[in-house]
C-alpha cells in the first residue's frame, strides 16, 4: 500500500516519544478503533550502528554521530518519517476510502 504523511494525519490520534521508541496511535474516524504501533527511535532510513572499535578509537565521533544525526518523527512534506514507518507497519488493518478521503478501520 502506498501511503504518504498527509494521508495519515486524519487517523493520527496520539504520538508518545521517549528515549527508545515512539508510540503512534491511530484511531479509525468512521469506527473509533483504535490501533497502536511501536517503533524504535531512530532514523527512518536505518539503525545508527557503531562498532566498538569506532566507540573506543573515536569516541567524540561517535558520540556526535550517535546523538546529533536528525530524526524527523512527523511531517507533512516529508515522506520519510518515523510515525509513517509505524503506520506501515499496522497498515493492514486499515484501508483507503477516497469517498471519505481518509483510512478506514476493517480488522
Not at 501511503?3 to 491511530?26: A, G, P, Q, Y
Not at 527512518?44 to 518523527?73: A, M, N
Amino acid at each position: 500500500m502506498q501511503v504518504d504523511n498527509r494521508n495519515i494525519f486524519s487517523i493520527l490520534e496520539f504520538v508518545k516519544v521517549d528515549s527508545f521508541s515512539v508510540v503512534c496511535h491511530f484511531r479509525c474516524n468512521e469506527t473509533g478503533k483504535r490501533v497502536v504501533s511501536s517503533v524504535a527511535f531512530e532514523p527512518y532510513d536505518g539503525k545508527i550502528e557503531l562498532t566498538w572499535l569506532d566507540i573506543v578509537l573515536r569516541p567524540f565521533d561517535s558520540y556526535q554521530r550517535y546523538y546529533h544525526t536528525p530524526i524527523t518523527i512527523y511531517a507533512q512534506d516529508i515522506h520519510h518519517t518515523i510515525v509513517l514507518k509505524a503506520f506501515e507497519k499496522v497498515s493492514h488493518h486499515f484501508r483507503w476510502s477516497g469517498e471519505k478521503n481518509s483510512y478506514i478501520y476493517i480488522r
